[in-house]
């Protein structure tokens, strides 16, 4: 699960638990470790990182992008374009 709006202490945990989750098979995307330090993760340019990372993780069923519009690296107010990369996403492995 990534958030780019929500934290993770103060809303998601808390809202995951008042919902009954099991934490334990949650993930949160956190930073992107480099050569030269830490970076937040931008959906619209680690989306592969992100996949490869899915895939250490046994039974994946759902990934969480919030919000969506953060993993578009166009013109999100152009139909068209969001349109055309959900559809070459939607055909990964992982089905996001």
Same mark, same amino acid.
């Not at 958030?3 to 202490?9: C, P, R």
């Not at 340019?45 to 895939?55: F, G, N, P, T, V």
């Given at each position: 699960?990534?958030?780019?709006?929500?934290? @993770? !202490?103060?809303?998601?945990?808390?809202? &995951? #638990?008042?919902?009954?989750?099991?934490?334990?098979? %949650?993930?949160?995307?956190?930073?992107?470790?480099?050569?030269?330090?830490?970076?937040?993760?931008?959906?619209?340019?680690?989306?592969?990182?992100?996949?490869?990372? @899915? !895939?250490?993780?046994?039974?994946?069923? &759902? #990934?969480?992008?919030?919000?969506?519009?953060?993993? %578009?690296?166009?013109?999100?107010?152009?139909?068209?374009?969001?349109?055309?990369?959900?559809?070459?996403?939607?055909?990964?492995?992982?089905?996001?």
């Amino acid at each position: 699960m990534w958030s780019g709006e929500d934290g @993770l !202490a103060d809303t998601l945990k808390p809202r &995951l #638990l008042a919902m009954g989750a099991d934490t334990a098979r %949650v993930f949160f995307v956190n930073d992107v470790s480099e050569s030269d330090g830490k970076r937040s993760f931008d959906p619209a340019s680690d989306i592969e990182l992100l996949a490869k990372q @899915l !895939a250490r993780i046994d039974d994946v069923s &759902l #990934l969480i992008i919030d919000p969506l519009v953060l993993a %578009v690296a166009a013109d999100s107010h152009k139909n068209g374009e969001v349109r055309r990369l959900r559809c070459a996403r939607s055909r990964s492995p992982w089905h996001c």
